[in-house]
Structures are given as C-alpha cells and as structure tokens.
C-alpha cells in the first residue's frame, strides 16, 4: 500500500497482514476490498487487509477461470473462464452466480470488457471481437 503525499506516494507498506496467503493468483480486482482469482478459479476476498468470508457457488464449477473484475459502482463480479466457454456474473452481496453467459462462439476466450452504463460486454475471442448485451443488468 503507497499512501499518497504531497509530491507524489509515501513509503509503501504491506497492506495485505494474513500470514497464509494463497499461491498462484493470476488476477486481481478492486472495489474497496481486493478479490482474487487463484489456479482453476478459487476466488479469495480481502478487506482491511485480512481475508473474508466469500463462497461464491457456482454451477458447473470453474474449469479454468483467467480474469476477473469488478468496480466500486458494480454489483457484480465478472468471471472469464475460457475452457468452460463462458462468462460468469456473481452478485457481489449474495456471493451466488447470477447468470453465466456461454456459447460456441465463445472459443479462445481472452479477455472482456464490461460498460454497464450501457448495458454491453464485448469478448475478445481467437476469431475477433464478440459484443452483447448485458441482459442481468436492469
């Protein structure tokens, strides 16, 4: 953590104090707490640098989750998982999957983009550039 100064940052500290940290994550989002994404897609959440209860059941299981991400104006936690073919929506507040969106066109996953201002998800796949709306968004 690199509280910020006058002329820039201060001297950094370690923000995160659970000793048994997971290994292995390979994405982070914020939105005041800090969740993370390990190996097949074990989510892990921290506030106030401890870890926090999050048991988010989803159905079918992770197979290969890659990138997550969320904002402090969403109420929801987005999920990639490539080798299932879809994109998994968690409420944040209830840690329960709201929808999961997948289709064979859904092959190479690599990265997404959520604008929920304007209700979209774009999906960058091995064949170009997917884009549709968010229907779980109201």
Known sequence: RLPTSSNGFGKGSSWLKDANLPQGIHSITLDGSIFALEGKGTLH???????????????PPLLQATKIWTSPTSAFLYILDPQGRRLVVVKKDEARMMIQYT???FTGLKDFNVDEKQKKISLLTSDGILEFAAEHIK
Do not use: N
């Open 103 to 105: 289709s064979s066109l």
């Open 45 to 59: 959440k921290f506030d106030t640098g401890k870890k926090s209860e999050f048991l988010a059941t989803i159905d």
